[in-house]
Nanobody
Framework: QVRAVESGGGSVQAGGSLRLSCTIP????????MGWFRQAPGKEREGVSS????????FYEASVKGRFTISKDNAKNALYLQMNSLRPEDTAMYYC??????????????????????WGQGTQVTVSS
């Protein structure tokens, strides 16, 4: 079964940084939009950031804008999330997933988790105050 493999999580103090990585070797990343999602205990999974097939369209959830940066390397089938100025409310399990299709992000775009597949086990991010 094709699944994402996430890494890079850990425990940091507020204000710290982490860089998450994801790979799905079986997929051609230039045929997919890629997304980072997170789920805290007792909460629904939410879209944190996503990047379209070309890398030209990017979405950030409002609370992470200016702090997180998504990027991908299609040649390496790698997706990254640089997380700076981390806050305790960023604490969650972080997942990477892929959405098939070479489409652009139009106005009002949101990465709904049900549109994505190839979910991995996730990587835990814990931010202490």
């Amino acid at each position: 079964q094709v699944r994402a493999v996430e890494s890079g999580g850990g425990s940091v103090q507020a204000g710290g940084s982490l860089r998450l990585s994801c790979t799905i070797p079986e997929l051609r990343f230039d045929d997919y939009a890629m997304g980072w999602f997170r789920q805290a205990p007792g909460k629904e999974r939410e879209g944190v950031s996503s990047i379209n097939w070309s890398g030209k369209d990017i979405f950030y959830e409002a609370s992470v804008k200016g702090r997180f940066t998504i990027s991908k390397d299609n040649a390496k089938n790698a997706l990254y999330l640089q997380m700076n100025s981390l806050r305790p409310e960023d604490t969650a399990m972080y997942y990477c997933a892929a959405e098939a299709g070479r489409h652009e992000f139009t106005g009002g775009y949101y990465p709904y988790p049900e549109n994505f597949g190839y979910w991995g086990q996730g990587t835990q991010v814990t931010v202490s105050s």
